[in-house]
């Protein structure tokens, strides 16, 4: 039974289904006996170049099976990940690798690292240790296991600290919500630097399931073979991903319609887009409501779909959400205020800032900076970023709210409303969007102002080819305020 460390799961399965698919990347694959074996030998290996348990250590490598073996050796060590993006400039590496003050990076030859020591994965292969259990420190379910980037990495980054247990909760619900377990056949389509990326693969693998690497870049047609090739059953795409499936021809999203399981999180779907990936992608699309600081929060289901097409879902399993106000008193029903959860698989502090664990976790909750409000049935419907609310003439409008309903036209594929400064009233909205050629400013402008009250309609409104978005699938609004300056001012 695994009571000290994720890791000990590898020797069950081992031992309970040697011959089973732990893992797999293009033509190679990894039994659970294969990998188990792997783990223990370089988690060996790296308590014999000294690394103490507690120790950071660095894991920047690409997207591949080696990169899996790293996490679980690195577990089994008890040591503790830094997951660094070997897409990173080297100042974005070194600035990361000094804020939390890595002893060592794992990383690939040619990805150099200049603020710490290096070990290549050939290096290590090197050095073999005798694979020995008894050589392993001893660990606990409190120790910690990874340190995950929630911000940027430029500037003053935050990372909160997870533990051995709060991953195994953050499983939990995994198994119970989204029903991940050892029949699993999960493709991981994003990169295993992000979170959702690295989680489901470790959860779906400590379940005795199969990972099946596909990692980014690729054609959509691609991944449509590789789900067809694997039989998948589960999936995980940003929404990014999603969109360019929704474009592709019938023929190449035939495979989807077989999963037991499409989830998408990252950022935030258009309700429409969300009736489009159950309608035709596949009719068992969950949006998933999450965070780095404390793994999922709430679940959209497609039956939810059909009650509240615009809400997050409702809390899942063991996670209690509270919407508060300014003085953190609970709000009634229906009303806009600052989300805030608490649970088991939640973190309680960011690594090595004390300021910004001040400012988030706060009385045994979590306060992760977005407004939200929850209907009397546990339905949580975000009203965007704490920040991004835009304040015109004393008026608090959220963007979200505007969204929703601008997107109620079929023509119109994505927008994005937000706050430019304005002498008189503080702020006043801008609208970037994206639709049919047809689609005009005054068509949106009439359809937002027979909807909603004459100030939540933007005065600025301008079409682009596509909005800027990072590599999560998040809109870029410090770009969008660039590009608006181009835009005629009424």
Not at 138 to 143: D, F, W, Y
Not at 175 to 191: D, E, H, K, M, Y
Request: aromatic share 8%.
């Amino acid at each position: 039974m695994m009571e000290n460390n994720l890791a000990d799961s590898l020797a069950l399965h081992a031992r309970a289904r040697p011959d089973h698919l732990a893992l797999v990347d293009g033509d190679r694959s990894l039994t659970h006996t294969a990998l188990h074996s792997q783990v223990l030998a370089l988690a060996c290996t790296l308590v014999s170049h000294g690394f103490q348990p507690g120790a950071i250590v660095g894991v920047c490598m690409r997207d591949s099976l080696e990169h899996v073996v790293c996490m679980w050796a690195c577990a089994r060590a008890g040591l503790v990940m830094l997951p660094l993006d070997w897409r990173w400039t080297s100042a974005e590496r070194e600035s990361v690798v000094r804020h939390f003050n890595a002893c060592c990076v794992i990383t690939e030859p040619d990805i150099p690292v200049a603020a710490c020591a290096t070990l290549t994965w050939e290096e290590l292969q090197v050095r073999h240790a005798v694979a020995s259990p008894s050589s392993l420190p001893v660990t606990s379910l409190e120790s910690a296991l990874l340190i995950s980037l929630s911000s940027g990495t430029t500037g003053r980054p935050k990372g909160p600290m997870i533990t051995h247990r709060h991953f195994l909760r953050r499983f939990w619900t995994h198994w119970i919500n989204l029903g991940l377990n050892a029949n699993s056949r999960f493709v991981c389509a994003t990169p295993l630097y992000f979170g959702g990326g690295r989680t489901f693969t470790l959860s779906v693998i400590f379940s005795g399931g199969t990972a099946i690497l596909h990692c980014p870049p690729f054609a959509p047609e691609t991944l449509a073979k590789v789900v067809q090739q694997h039989d998948a059953n589960a999936l995980f795409l940003v929404p990014t991903q999603l969109r360019r499936l929704l474009a592709c021809p019938p023929e190449t999203r035939a495979p989807f319609k077989r999963l037991q399981l499409l989830l998408s999180s990252g950022a935030p779907l258009q309700s429409n887009e969300r009736q489009a990936i159950r309608d035709t992608l596949c009719d068992r699309f969950h949006e998933y409501y999450a965070s780095t600081e404390g793994g999922g929060v709430s679940l959209c289901t497609p039956e939810d779909f059909d009650v509240h097409l615009t809400s997050v879902g409702r809390p899942i399993y063991g996670v209690e959400v509270g919407i508060v106000d300014d003085l953190d008193q609970p709000v009634e029903a229906g009303h806009v205020g600052r989300l805030r959860y608490r649970g088991p698989g939640v973190a309680d502090k960011f690594f090595n800032d004390a300021e910004q664990t001040q400012q988030h976790f706060r009385d045994g909750w979590f306060y992760p900076g977005d407004l939200a409000e929850q209907d009397v049935h546990g339905y949580i419907f975000l009203r965007g970023r704490s920040k991004d609310v835009v304040i015109r003439g004393g008026i608090n409008i959220y963007p979200n709210e505007i969204e929703d309903t601008l997107m109620q036209l079929p023509k119109l594929r994505e927008c994005c409303v937000f706050g430019i400064p304005d002498p008189e009233l503080g702020e006043r909205l801008a609208c970037a969007w994206v639709g049919e050629a047809d689609l005009t400013n005054a068509e949106l402008e009439s359809h937002c102002r027979s909807k909603l009250a004459p100030y939540k309609a933007p005065r600025i409104w301008f079409r682009l080819d596509e909005l800027p978005r990072n590599s999560a699938g998040k809109v870029v609004k410090e770009r969008l305020q660039e590009l608006r300056k181009s835009a005629v001012d009424p």
